[in-house]
C-alpha cells in the first residue's frame, strides 16, 4: 500500500470511460469494489491518526481489524485521551505476548470497555458507541472504524487530540487488498455506516436548538468564502455558533486556517462525487461543521501560542513564558509559577535536542513535548526541594545529638543520597558529629553527600570484617566508595586479620560511643599490615643470605651473616662462629633427610635455635670444665670432702656417687691420676671433655680460655684426670661397695630361698605320683567294679532262691492288689465325669473356641503364622456356591450399571439435539417434521432398552485370533497406565474430550467395580503427573489452575458419575432444597438492584410517583437507609446461610469419593515436588480449589443440572433462587481461595465499590482457615492398593477374568490412535505393546470385524458403517504374558503357581513344616481326599460357568497344575521352591516360612474380598436404581417435549389447511401428490447474493448455468439440479435441517456440487419464502 495522488481519479476516470459499456454486474461489482477502497482509506485514517496519539507502530491497513481485536491499541489510545481513569497498568497483556502466543482471552474484553470508558470521560455521544462484540467478536468493524473518526472529530474540536486526516484518493491498495475486503463486507452483511455526516451527527447531539446552530455555522461558511478576516471573525463570536476560545487578535489566523480547511474539504467531496452511484450527497460535505470548526479555531491558538512560546525561549523572558504556559490554548496542565527557571532548563534541553536531530533548523515543539517537559521539570523542582529540606533535617539531627534521628534523616528518600545501613548508625553520628565540629558550620549537601558514600563503605567494611572473609573484606576496601589508599591484594588475609582484632580491641573499650571501626582507623590498621609485609620480606632476604653462607662451610662469614640487622637475630657470640657453624649445617642437613629437595633452607626460628643451643652448649661445657678442674684440685689436697662436693656439680653429671666412700674414692682417684701423670707432660692446662652431644670442648685451666676445636700447638695436660676418667674410677668403687653391702643385708634371705627350694623338690615327687593314678584311673576302677560285682552276684543269688521258693504266693498276691488299684482308680475317674458333666461339657467348648479364636489372631496377626493353623483356614481360599452365586450377580449387575451409563448419557445428548432443534423449528417453522422424527427415535430407544448387538459373529481361527489379540491389548492398557497417561497429552486438545468418553471410560468400565476404580485411578494418577511434569514454563503454581489443567477435568468428570452423584446429593440436597423453598429470602447484595427493587415496589404499593431518579450510581442508592437496611439483612442471612453450607461440607468428609481425595493427595504431592520451594498455604489453595470449586461449587450453583434436586421438565429455578444459591457459592469459593479480604476483589467480584461488605471480610478468614484444616485431612486417605485390597495377583486368583463393553467403532479409534503414536507412548523397542500392535497389523474397518457385507451405493456404505460403528461387543480380557506350562516364566507368576499347588497340598496333607509335608509320602486315604476336591472344584466351576453364560471361569493354566497327583504335585513344588530359593524369595533354612505367610496373607485378602463384594453388590444395586430414576426423569422430558410438538403439529396443519397443498408435511394417501419446483439462473442467484462464486466459471457465464430446486416426497428435503447450457451436469439433494444446523453453527459459506459457494442464510431465506410462506 502507497501513498498516490492520483490512484483515485485514474481508477475513477477508467470506470467512467467504461460506464456505458458496463452491465449491472459489472456496474454493481464496481460500486462494491469503490465501497471496499472507501473503507480501506478509513481504515488507514484511523491508524495513522492511533498512531500520532499513541506513538506507537500499528500492524498493515489490512490486518489492522484484527489487530483491534485485543482491544490493547484502543486501552492505549484511552490513556492518550484520560490517563486518569485508563493508566497503562490497566491495560491487560500491554505487551501483547499473551495474545501473540495462545490468542485471544476474555480478559482482553477488559481493554475494550477501558476505551469505553476513555470515550465516556472526553463526553463523546453514546450514538457512536459500538458493542464488545463488534470488536472482539469482529461482528462489525466498520462500525468501530466509524466510532474512531467520530472520536478524533470530537478530540479535535476539544483541541486534545491532532485532526485525522482524510486519505481518500491519496494512497493505493492492489487489487488483491480491495477484493479481499469487498468479500469481508459482503460476509459481514451490514450497511457501511456515513463517515461524511459524523459532523452533523456531533452538531445535531448539542443540546442547543438545532436550527439557529446550523444558520450560524452556515453563516460562518458564507463568510469564510469571502475571505473577509472581519466578516469572518463577526460570524464566528455569534452565539448560536457555541464557540469558544476566540482570540480577538488573530482574525487573519483564523481566515486562512479555515479557508484551507474548507478548500481540502470541497476537493475531497467534489472527488467523491465523480462516483454518483456510491456518493451520499449531505449539506456537510462541503460545509465545515461547528466540530471542524472549533477545532481549526482551537489548532490555531495552539500553533500561536506555540510560537509565542518559541519566542520567548529564544529572548530568555521568564514572564511571558509563564504567560504562555499557563494560556488557555495550550492548557498545559500543572504548571507552577515558581518553577519557571526548571521549565525554561527543560524546555531548552528539548528545544535543542530536537533542532540536533533536524540539522540545526528552526524548530517548534509540539504540546505534548511541552506537556512532558512541564511535568519533568515539576519533578525536578520537588526534588530539589525535597533534597534541601532533607539537608536541613539532617544538620538539625547532628545538632540534637541524636543518632537515631541522624538516620532517619539520612534515610529519607527525599535527601537524595546512597544508601545507609541501620547497624552503622554510631558511625555515621560519629563521624558526622566531629565534621560538623571541624568545619564550625552547617555541612552542605555536596559535603554530607560525600561523607555518606565513604561512611556507607566503611560500613560494609565493618560488615565484612564480622563475616571473617577475606575475599568479602578486601572488595569491600578496594570499593571506590572506601577511599582506602596502599591496598595490595595479597595482603587480604592479613588485613582481615588485623581488622578483626582492632575491631574486637576497640569493642572492648567501655563506654566506647561506636563499636565500628572508623575510616582512619581502617587505614591505620592497612599500614600497620603493609610495614609488616615489608619488614618481613627484608627479613627473608637475610635468611636466604644465611642460608647461602652456611653452604659455604666458613665460620666467619656465617658469623656476619647472622650478624646483619635484618636478620633480627638475639644473642650473636663472635667466640661462637665454629659451634654456630657446626649446629646449623647440623640442622641443615637434618632437615633435608626429611624433604625430597635437597637444597632444604632453614628458617628464622630454626636459625635462632641453632644460635640459641650454641650458647647454652658453651655454658654448659665451661662448668663441666669447672667442674673438672676443682676435682683435679680436690685430688691435688687429698681433701675428701671437696672432692665429693666437687662431683656434685650438676653439670659434671658423675653418677653413683656414695658418701660413705668418699675416702676410696679420693684414694683410687689419685692412683689413677699418678698412673697418668707418668704417660706424658703436664703443665701446659688444656683439657678436653665431650659434651652430652659428644662434641668435643677444649679448656685451658690456666688462662680460663675454651675453644670448639684443638688449636694448633696445643699440647695435652697429662696432669688432670678428664670427666670420664673420673666417672669411670667412681662407679668401680661403688660397684664394689654395693656388692658386699648386698651379702649382709640379704642372710635371712637366702636362707629362705634354700628352704624353698627343698619344699619344691617335694612337691614335684608328689605330682609325679598323682599323675601316675590319674593315667591308671580305669584299670583302678575297673578292679573296684570287679570286686563289687562279686558282692552282688552273692546277694542276687541267695535273693533269687527265696522267690523261687515261694513263686505262687508272690504272683498271686500281685495281681490282687494291681487289680484293686486299677478298679479303685477308675471308679473314682467315672463318678467325678458323673458328677460334672455339664462343667466339662462347657470346658471342652470354650477349649475348642479358644483354640480357633487363638489360631485366627494368630493367622491375622502374627508375622510368621505356625504351617498347622494355616491348614485350619486354608479352605477359605477356594470358593464356594455362594461366592460364585454373588460374583454371577455382580457381574450381571455391573454390565446392567454400564449399559444404564451408555444409555443415559445417548438419551441425554439426544435431548440436548431435541432441544436445539425445537429452537429451530420455532425460529424457521419448517423443521418440525424432522422434530418428530427425532421425538421417534428417542421413543423407540426408550422402548428398546438395551438390546444392542454384542459379540463378533465370525467362528473362524483368524476372527478369534483377532479377537484374542484385542483382548490381549485391551489388558495391557487396563492394567499400565503409562500408555494412556502418555497418549492423552500426544492428542490435539479438541479430540481428547471425545477419546476420553468414546474409549478410557468404556476402557475401564465407567469404574463400575473396584478393580476398574482401582485401574483408572492408576491411570489419573500417572496422567496429573505427566502433566505437572509437561508445565516446564510454569513459574508460578496458580498458572496451573488458571490453565485449565485437562486431568483435572477428567478427574473431577468421572467423579461426577452416580456414587459421586449420590455423595453430593446427600450433602446438598437438603441444603439446597431449604434454601429453595424459602419463600422470604432474598440475597442481594447490589445497592443499585435492591434500590431499582425499593422504588418499584414503593410505586406499586402506593400507586404514586417516588420522584426519585431510576438510574443510580452505587454512591447514590447507598444513600439510602432502605437500601442499607436491606443490604444488611441481606449480608445477614447470606452468612446464616453459608455458615450450614460450611458445616455440611466439613462434617461431610467421609462422603467425598475416595477418587477425589486420592487425586487431591496426589496432586498435592506432585505440587511439592514441582515447586518445593512454595509455601504449604499455596499448595493447599489448588487442592481445595480441586475440592471445592471443581467438585461442589458447580452443584450448588445449579443443583438442577447436576441432579442435587429433582426438577419437573415444565417448572425452573426462578432468577431470586438462583442468585440466591449464586451469592452462598461465591461466599465459599472466596473462602475456599482465601480472597475477597480486601475491597479491590469484592469490586471484582460483586461489582463496583464494595467496602459496604467489608463485614465479612473476618468470617471469610475464619472459613479459610477451617478449609486448609479440611484439606490437609482429606489427603489422608490411604493408597489404592490397601483401600481396594488390590495388589499385582488379585486379576490371577480372582473367579472371573476382567471383561469390557466396548463398540466396534471405539476399538478401531483405539488401535489408530496407538499406531499413530506408537513410538511416543513406547520408546522402548523392547516394550510389549509393539508386539501386541504386530499381531493386530494394520486397522481393520466396521464391516471387517463385524464380518457383515456392505452395498456398493458410497453414501448407503457410509451410513451403514456409522450404525455398525456403535454396535457394542463384549472383550474378556487376558493377559498374553501369562505364566506358559514349561516353568521357565517369571519369577513372580511362578511364585503365584507355587501357592495354588501348596494350598491344595496341605488342605489333603499334615505336618508342623512344608518342608516335613513335602518330604512324607502321600498315603491313599489323602490322594482320594486330592482327588474329591478336584472333582468338586470341577463340578462347581461348570455350574459357575453354565450360570454366567461363560463369564466366569477359572485361569486354565492354575487349574491344570492342581489337578496332578498328590505326589507328582508335590514333586513339581519341591522343583518351584528350589527355583524360587534360587531366586532368594524363599529359604530352606526356616522351612519355607516365607511361603507360608503369602498363603496367609492371601487368606486374609480373601476375607476382605468377600466383604468388600457385598458391600459392592449394595452400592451397584443403588447405582443401578438412581439410574433408572435418572431414566425415568428423562422419560418424562420425552413425554413433555412429544405433548408440545403435538400440540405444533395440531397449529401448523390447522393453518396448512388454509394454503396450497404444497405444505411440508406429508398429505393424505387419497390426495394427489404435488411438488413444486423453482428455476433460477446462477445470475439471478448471484444477484440476490446467494452464489458468491462457481469454482472457475466467470461470472458473465452465470447466466448460462441454471439451477431447479424442486420439493421431495420427503418434507424438508430438496432436489438440485444444475445445468449447464440446459445440460444436466449435477444433481444432489439439500436437507433444510442441515441448513437451518449450519446457521446454528454460524457458518456463512457453504459449497455445494463441490465448487459452488452458496450464502446459508439467503438461501434459507429463499426456501422459506417460497416453499413455507403462507402468502407464496
Given at each position: 500500500m502507497d501513498s498516490n495522488n492520483g490512484t483515485a481519479g485514474k481508477r475513477t476516470s477508467r470506470a467512467g470511460d467504461g460506464r456505458a459499456h458496463m452491465t449491472a454486474d459489472e456496474m454493481d461489482e464496481q460500486r462494491k469494489q469503490n465501497v471496499a477502497y472507501e473503507y480501506l482509506c478509513h481504515l488507514e485514517e484511523a491508524k495513522v491518526w492511533i498512531q500520532a496519539c499513541i506513538n506507537e507502530e500499528l500492524p498493515p491497513t489490512t490486518e489492522l481489524e484484527e489487530g483491534l481485536r485485543n482491544g490493547v491499541y484502543l486501552a492505549q489510545l484511552g490513556h492518550f485521551l484520560a490517563p486518569q481513569v485508563v493508566p497503562l497498568k490497566k491495560i491487560y497483556d500491554k505487551d501483547q505476548s499473551r495474545y501473540q502466543s495462545r490468542g485471544l482471552h476474555f480478559r482482553h474484553t477488559d481493554n475494550i470497555n477501558h476505551w469505553f470508558v476513555a470515550m465516556e470521560k472526553v463526553g463523546l455521544p453514546q450514538i457512536f458507541y459500538p458493542e464488545t462484540t463488534d470488536v472482539y467478536d469482529r461482528k462489525n468493524m466498520p462500525r468501530v472504524i466509524y466510532c474512531l473518526h467520530a472520536l478524533s472529530l470530537y478530540c479535535f474540536k476539544l483541541g486534545i487530540a491532532p485532526q485525522i486526516e482524510d486519505l481518500y484518493g491519496k494512497v493505493q491498495f492492489t487489487e488483491e487488498e480491495i477484493s479481499a475486503m469487498k468479500q469481508e463486507l459482503e460476509k459481514y452483511g451490514i450497511q457501511m455506516p456515513a463517515f461524511s455526516k459524523i459532523g452533523g451527527i456531533l452538531a445535531n447531539e448539542m443540546t442547543v436548538d438545532d436550527a439557529a446552530l446550523h444558520a450560524a455555522i452556515i453563516a460562518i461558511n458564507e463568510a469564510i468564502d469571502k475571505e473577509d478576516p472581519e466578516e469572518t471573525m463577526k460570524a464566528l463570536r455569534n452565539p448560536s455558533a457555541m464557540l469558544v476560545n476566540m482570540a480577538e487578535d488573530l482574525p487573519d489566523n483564523y481566515q486562512t486556517t479555515l479557508y484551507e480547511a474548507k478548500m481540502t474539504k470541497s476537493e475531497i467531496s467534489r472527488n467523491k462525487s465523480m462516483d454518483p452511484e456510491n456518493a451520499e450527497h449531505d449539506v456537510y460535505d462541503e460545509l465545515l461543521t461547528q466540530a471542524e470548526i472549533q477545532g481549526n479555531i482551537n489548532k490555531v491558538n495552539t500553533t500561536v501560542s506555540l510560537d509565542r512560546l518559541m519566542d520567548a525561549l529564544l529572548k530568555g523572558d521568564r514572564a511571558l513564558i509563564l504567560q504562555t504556559l499557563n494560556s488557555p490554548s495550550l492548557a498545559i496542565r500543572g504548571v507552577q509559577n515558581e518553577n519557571v527557571d526548571h521549565y525554561v532548563q527543560r524546555l531548552d534541553e528539548l528545544k535543542d535536542i530536537k533542532q540536533n536531530n533536524n540539522s540545526n533548523e528552526v524548530v517548534t515543539l509540539e504540546k505534548e513535548e511541552i506537556q512532558q517537559a512541564v511535568n519533568k521539570a515539576n519533578l525536578d523542582a520537588d526534588k530539589e526541594y525535597q533534597k534541601a529540606r532533607a539537608v536541613e533535617l539532617i544538620n538539625e539531627a547532628i545538632d540534637s545529638c541524636d543518632a537515631e534521628q541522624l538516620l532517619k534523616a539520612l534515610q529519607n528518600p527525599a535527601a537524595q543520597l546512597p544508601p545507609v545501613f541501620d547497624y552503622a548508625c554510631a558511625l555515621y553520628f560519629e563521624e558526622f558529629h566531629n565534621m560538623r565540629d571541624e568545619k564550625q558550620s552547617e555541612l552542605d549537601y555536596d559535603e554530607i553527600s560525600a561523607a555518606v558514600r565513604v561512611l556507607s563503605a566503611v560500613a560494609k567494611i565493618n560488615e565484612a570484617i564480622d563475616v571473617r572473609d577475606p575475599e568479602r573484606t578486601l572488595k569491600a576496601l578496594t570499593s571506590p566508595e572506601a577511599c582506602i589508599p596502599n591496598l595490595d591484594e595479597t595482603n587480604a588475609d592479613r588485613y582481615q586479620t588485623q581488622l578483626r582484632e582492632s575491631k574486637q580491641a576497640k569493642s572492648e573499650i567501655p563506654d566506647s560511643p561506636c563499636d565500628l571501626l572508623t575510616h582512619f582507623e581502617i587505614c591505620t590498621c592497612i599500614n600497620v599490615v603493609n610495614d609488616q609485609v615489608i619488614e618481613e620480606h627484608q627479613r627473608i632476604e637475610a635468611i636466604q643470605q644465611i642460608n647461602n653462607t652456611i653452604e659455604k662451610g666458613e665460620p666467619g662469614l656465617t658469623l656476619k651473616a647472622l650478624q646483619v640487622p635484618e636478620a633480627k637475630l638475639q644473642a650473636v657470640v663472635d667466640t661462637q662462629a665454629y659451634r654456630y657453624q657446626v649446629l646449623l649445617v647440623r640442622e641443615k642437613n637434618k632437615k633435608s633427610e626429611g624433604h625430597t629437595d635437597e637444597e632444604a633452607e632453614l628458617w628464622l626460628e630454626e636459625i635462632q635455635t641453632a644460635i640459641d643451643n650454641a650458647n647454652k652448649d658453651a655454658q654448659f661445657g665451661l662448668k663441666l670444665s669447672e667442674g673438672v678442674e676443682s676435682t683435679n684440685a680436690a685430688l691435688d689436697t687429698s681433701d675428701a670432702d671437696k672432692l665429693l662436693e666437687s662431683m656434685a656439680v650438676p653439670e659434671l653429671a658423675i653418677h653413683s656417687v656414695i658418701a660413705d666412700c668418699k675416702g676410696m674414692y679420693l684414694e683410687k682417684l689419685q692412683e689413677a691420676l699418678e698412673a697418668k701423670k707418668s704417660q706424658g707432660e703436664s703443665g701446659s692446662g688444656w683439657m678436653m671433655n665431650r659434651l652430652k652431644d659428644g662434641s668435643k670442648f677444649y679448656y685451658n685451666n690456666n688462662t680460663k680460655e675454651y675453644k670448639w676445636s684443638r688449636p694448633d700447638g696445643v699440647v695435652k695436660d697429662h696432669g688432670q684426670l678428664n670427666k670420664e676418667e673420673i666417672q669411670r674410677v667412681v662407679s668401680d668403687v661403688t660397684a664394689a661397695h654395693d656388692r658386699e653391702l648386698l651379702f649382709q643385708a640379704n642372710e635371712n634371705l637366702i636362707v629362705k630361698i634354700q628352704a624353698n627350694y627343698r619344699g619344691y623338690q617335694a612337691r614335684k615327687a608328689y605330682k609325679e605320683r598323682l599323675d601316675f593314678m590319674k593315667r591308671q584311673l580305669p584299670l583302678i576302677i575297673k578292679i573296684q567294679s570287679k570286686w563289687k560285682m562279686v558282692l552282688q552276684k552273692n546277694k542276687y543269688r541267695e535273693r533269687l532262691e527265696y522267690m523261687k521258693d515261694n513263686e505262687k504266693a508272690a504272683v498271686k498276691l500281685q495281681a490282687q492288689v494291681r487289680g484293686w488299684k486299677a478298679r479303685k482308680e477308675y471308679q473314682g475317674r467315672k463318678k467325678f465325669f458323673c458328677d460334672h458333666l455339664a462343667v466339662i461339657i462347657k470346658l471342652q467348648s470354650y477349649f475348642r473356641a479358644n483354640k480357633a479364636r487363638h489360631d485366627y489372631v494368630t493367622l491375622m496377626n502374627n508375622a510368621n503364622p505356625p504351617l498347622p493353623v494355616v491348614q485350619r483356614f486354608v479352605h477359605l481360599l477356594d470358593f464356594s456356591d455362594v461366592d460364585y452365586a454373588e460374583e454371577i450377580e455382580l457381574q450381571k449387575i455391573r454390565q446392567k450399571v454400564v449399559s444404564e451409563i451408555k444409555s443415559t448419557k445417548q438419551l441425554e445428548d439426544d435431548l440436548d439435539q431435541m432441544d436445539i432443534k425445537i429452537g429451530l423449528l420455532i425460529k424457521n417453522r419448517v423443521t418440525l417434521q424432522d422434530v418428530v422424527t427425532h421425538g421417534k427415535k428417542l421413543s423407540k430407544h426408550r422402548e428398546d432398552g438395551q438390546n444392542m448387538p454384542k459379540g463378533l459373529k465370525g467362528l473362524s481361527k483368524a476372527c478369534h485370533d483377532r479377537l484374542e489379540a484385542y483382548q490381549h491389548l485391551f489388558y495391557l492398557l487396563q492394567t499400565n497406565p503409562l500408555y494412556l497417561a502418555k497418549l492423552i497429552f500426544e492428542m490435539p486438545q479438541n479430540k481428547m474430550t471425545k477419546f476420553m468418553e468414546a474409549v478410557i471410560y468404556s476402557l475401564f468400565n465407567y469404574g463400575a467395580n473396584q478393580r476398574e476404580e482401582f485401574l483408572l485411578l492408576k491411570l489419573f494418577h500417572k496422567a496429573l503427573e505427566e502433566e505437572i511434569d509437561r508445565l516446564s514454563k510454569v513459574d508460578k503454581m496458580s498458572d496451573f489452575v488458571t490453565g485449565n489443567p485437562l486431568v483435572v477435568k477428567m478427574i473431577v468428570g468421572f467423579n461426577r458419575n452416580q456414587r459421586g452423584q449420590n455423595s453430593l446429593r446427600e450433602m446438598l440436597n437438603p441444603l439446597i432444597i431449604e434454601v429453595i423453598e424459602d419463600k422470604n429470602l432474598r440475597i442481594n447484595t447490589n445497592p443499585v438492584e435492591v434500590y431499582k427493587a425499593w422504588v418499584n415496589q414503593t410505586e406499586t404499593s402506593t400507586g404514586v410517583t417516588s420522584g426519585l431518579p431510576y438510574d443510580v450510581t452505587t454512591e447514590q442508592a447507598l444513600k439510602h437507609e432502605e437500601v442499607k437496611a436491606v443490604l444488611a439483612e441481606s449480608i445477614t442471612r447470606l452468612t446464616e446461610v453459608t455458615d450450614k453450607f460450611l458445616n455440611a461440607i466439613f462434617t461431610s468428609l467421609d462422603k467425598i469419593p475416595y477418587g477425589m481425595r486420592y487425586m487431591a493427595k496426589v496432586l498435592k504431592a506432585a505440587l511439592e515436588k514441582k515447586f518445593p520451594e512454595a509455601a504449604e498455604k499455596d499448595v493447599l489453595k489448588i487442592v481445595g480449589n480441586l475440592l471445592y470449586y471443581r467438585y461442589i461449587n458447580s452443584a450448588i450453583v445449579a443443583p438442577d443440572a447436576f441432579d442435587i434436586i429433582n426438577v419437573e421438565a415444565d417448572k425452573q429455578l426462578s432468577n431470586d433462587q438462583r442468585r440466591n444459591l449464586g451469592s452462598v457459592a461465591k461466599i465459599l469459593q472466596f473462602a475456599a481461595s482465601n480472597k475477597g479480604t480486601s475491597f479491590e476483589h469484592y469490586s471484582e467480584d460483586f461489582g463496583g465499590d464494595s467496602s459496604y461488605l467489608a463485614a465479612m471480610n473476618d468470617y471469610i478468614r475464619q472459613s479459610h482457615e477451617k478449609f486448609k484444616k479440611y484439606c490437609v485431612e482429606a489427603c489422608e486417605v490411604p493408597e489404592p492398593e490397601d483401600f481396594f485390597h488390590i495388589d499385582q495377583y488379585s486379576d490371577i486368583v480372582t473367579i472371573a477374568k476382567p471383561s469390557i463393553y466396548i463398540s466396534v467403532q471405539e476399538i478401531i479409534d483405539t488401535h489408530q490412535l496407538l499406531l499413530h503414536h506408537e513410538d511416543q507412548i513406547a520408546p522402548d523397542p523392547q516394550d510389549p505393546i509393539h508386539e501386541l500392535l504386530e499381531d493386530l497389523r494394520e486397522v481393520p474397518s466396521v464391516d471387517e470385524l463385524l464380518g457383515t457385507d456392505l452395498p456398493e451405493d458410497e453414501e448407503m456404505r457410509k451410513m451403514l458403517q456409522t450404525q455398525l460403528g456403535k454396535t457394542e461387543i463384549s472383550l474378556t480380557l487376558s493377559n498374553k504374558f501369562e505364566v506358559p506350562e514349561d516353568d521357565q516364566a517369571d519369577v513372580q507368576q511362578l511364585l503365584v503357581r507355587t501357592k495354588r499347588m501348596v494350598v491344595d497340598v496341605i488342605a489333603c496333607q499334615t505336618g508342623d513344616n512344608l518342608l516335613q509335608i513335602l518330604d512324607s509320602p502321600a498315603s491313599e486315604e489323602q490322594e482320594e481326599l486330592h482327588q474329591s476336591l478336584v472333582k468338586k472344584r470341577d463340578d462347581r466351576d461348570h455350574r459357575a460357568k453354565i450360570d454366567s453364560e461363560g463369564g466366569l471361569m477359572r485361569q486354565q493354566s492354575m487349574s491344570g497344575d492342581t489337578r496332578m497327583p498328590l505326589s507328582m504335585m508335590k514333586t513339581k513344588v519341591k522343583k518351584n521352591l528350589q527355583n524360587l530359593e534360587l531366586h532368594e524369595v524363599v529359604t530352606r533354612k526356616n522351612g519355607y516360612q516365607d511361603l507360608v505367610n503369602m498363603i496367609a496373607q492371601d487368606i486374609r485378602n480373601q476375607r476382605n474380598y468377600r466383604n468388600s463384594r457385598k458391600h459392592e453388590l449394595m452400592r451397584v444395586r443403588e447405582t443401578v436404581r438412581s439410574l433408572q430414576e435418572k431414566r425415568?426423569?428423562?422419560?418424562?422430558?420425552?413425554?413433555?417435549?412429544?405433548?408440545?410438538?403435538?400440540?405444533?403439529?395440531?397449529?401448523?396443519?390447522?393453518?396448512?389447511?388454509?394454503?396450497?397443498?404444497?405444505?411440508?408435511?406429508?398429505?393424505?394417501?387419497?390426495?394427489?401428490?404435488?411438488?413444486?419446483?423453482?428455476?433460477?439462473?446462477?445470475?439471478?442467484?448471484?444477484?440476490?447474493?446467494?452464489?458468491?462464486?462457481?469454482?472457475?466459471?466467470?461470472?458473465?457465464?452465470?447466466?448460462?448455468?441454471?439451477?431447479?430446486?424442486?420439493?421431495?416426497?420427503?418434507?424438508?428435503?430438496?432436489?438440485?439440479?444444475?445445468?449447464?447450457?440446459?445440460?444436466?451436469?449435477?444433481?444432489?439433494?439439500?436437507?433444510?435441517?442441515?441448513?437451518?444446523?449450519?446457521?446454528?453453527?454460524?457458518?456463512?459459506?457453504?459449497?455445494?456440487?463441490?465448487?459452488?459457494?452458496?450464502?446459508?442464510?439467503?438461501?434459507?431465506?429463499?426456501?422459506?419464502?417460497?416453499?413455507?410462506?403462507?402468502?407464496?
Open positions: 425415568m426423569f428423562y422419560e418424562s422430558q420425552i413425554d413433555y417435549y412429544n405433548r408440545y410438538v403435538q400440540k405444533c403439529i395440531e397449529n401448523l396443519q390447522q393453518k396448512g389447511n388454509n394454503r396450497k397443498s404444497r405444505g411440508i408435511f406429508r398429505r393424505d394417501a387419497s390426495q394427489k401428490a404435488h411438488f413444486e419446483s423453482l428455476k433460477y439462473s446462477a445470475a439471478k442467484l448471484h444477484e440476490k447474493g446467494i452464489i458468491l462464486e462457481i469454482g472457475t466459471l466467470p461470472t458473465n457465464q452465470f447466466k448460462n448455468m441454471q439451477f431447479e430446486i424442486k420439493e421431495t416426497a420427503d418434507p424438508g428435503v430438496f432436489e438440485v439440479q444444475a445445468k449447464l447450457l440446459g445440460m444436466e451436469v449435477k444433481k444432489i439433494d439439500l436437507v433444510f435441517q442441515d441448513l437451518l444446523q449450519l446457521q446454528y453453527e454460524g457458518v456463512a459459506v457453504i459449497e455445494l456440487f463441490n465448487d459452488a459457494k452458496v450464502n446459508v442464510n439467503l438461501l434459507i431465506f429463499l426456501l422459506n419464502k417460497k416453499f413455507y410462506s403462507a402468502g407464496k
